[in-house]
Antibody
Framework: QVTLRESGPALVKPTQTLTLTCTVS??????????VSWIRQPPGKALEWLAL???????YYSTSLKTRLTISRDTSKNQVVLTMTNMDPVDTATYYC????????????WGQGTLVTVSS | DIQMTQSPSSLSAFIGDRVTITCQAS??????LNWYQQKPGKAPKLLIY???ILETGVPSRFSGSGSGTDFTLTISSLQPEDIATYYC?????????FGQGTKLEIK
C-alpha cells in the first residue's frame, strides 16, 4: 500500500526558511522511474507544482520559485525534504507531496497535505 | 513555461446533465495531459491520464479527449458525488503545470 505523509511546521514567520518532510511507504525512492514531487495550494486557489526529485537523485524546479527551493531525499529513511527560503505571507498554502511513477506518468498518489501559514 | 488555460472557471449544472470542461495548452503537449478531481479538504484524485485513459476505478461517465493543445473532460451524466473542482495538468520535459481549476456545482 503506497502512502505519503507530509510533516513540518504549521506556522512560520516571514523571512524564515520552511522545511517540509515527506515520508513514503509502499515503494522505494530508488526504484527506476520513481519520482516524488511537491505541490502547493493557497487557500481557495489552484494547485502549483514546485519541485520533483527522481530515482537517480536528479532535481527539477518550478521556474518561478527555483531560486528559493531545494529538494533532497534520504533513501535510508524513505524521506523527501523540501526547503523554501525567505517565506512570505503569500506562501501560505497547503503543501502536498505526491508520487509520480515515471517521467511521463501522472501523479498517482498524494499525501493528505499540510497547511503552512506564514505570519508574524 | 507552458501555460494551461482551463474553462469555465465555474460551472453549474443539473443532475443528469452532460458536462464539458476544456483545457488549452500554450504549446503542443502531445497527449501529456491529466485530469484530477478535488473535493473540499481533500487531496486531488487522478481521473484521466494520457488525455483519454480512464484511471482504474473511475466511473465510466468520465471521459477525456484531445491532443496537441486542446483537451476536454466530459462527464456524461452528472451525479451528486461529482461536485468538486477539476484540474488539468500537463507534463513537459520534467516541468508540470496545472490549470486554474473548474468548480462544478449543482443547479
Amino acid at each position: 500500500q503506497v502512502t505519503l505523509r507530509e510533516s513540518g511546521p504549521a506556522l512560520v514567520k516571514p523571512t524564515q526558511t520552511l522545511t517540509l518532510t515527506c515520508t513514503v511507504s509502499g515503494f522505494s525512492l530508488s526504484t527506476s522511474g520513481m519520482c516524488v514531487s511537491w505541490i502547493r495550494q493557497p487557500p481557495g486557489k489552484a494547485l502549483e507544482w514546485l519541485a520533483l526529485i527522481d530515482w537517480d537523485d536528479d532535481e527539477y524546479y518550478s521556474t518561478s520559485l527555483k531560486t528559493r527551493l531545494t529538494i533532497s531525499r534520504d533513501t535510508s529513511k524513505n524521506q523527501v525534504v523540501l526547503t523554501m527560503t525567505n517565506m512570505d505571507p503569500v506562501d501560505t498554502a497547503t503543501y502536498y507531496c505526491a508520487r509520480i511513477a515515471g517521467y511521463d506518468r501522472p501523479i498517482d498518489y498524494w499525501g493528505q497535505g499540510t497547511l503552512v501559514t506564514v505570519s508574524s | 513555461d507552458i501555460q494551461m488555460t482551463q474553462s469555465p472557471s465555474s460551472l453549474s449544472a443539473f443532475i443528469g446533465d452532460r458536462v464539458t470542461i476544456t483545457c488549452q495548452a500554450s504549446q503542443d503537449i502531445s497527449n501529456y495531459l491529466n485530469w484530477y478531481q478535488q473535493k473540499p479538504g481533500k487531496a486531488p484524485k487522478l481521473l484521466i491520464y494520457g488525455a483519454s485513459i480512464l484511471e482504474t476505478g473511475v466511473p465510466s461517465r468520465f471521459s477525456g479527449s484531445g491532443s496537441g493543445t486542446d483537451f476536454t473532460l466530459t462527464i456524461s451524466s452528472l451525479q451528486p458525488e461529482d461536485i468538486a473542482t477539476y484540474y488539468c495538468q500537463q507534463y513537459d520535459n520534467l516541468f508540470y503545470t496545472f490549470g486554474q481549476g473548474t468548480k462544478l456545482e449543482i443547479k
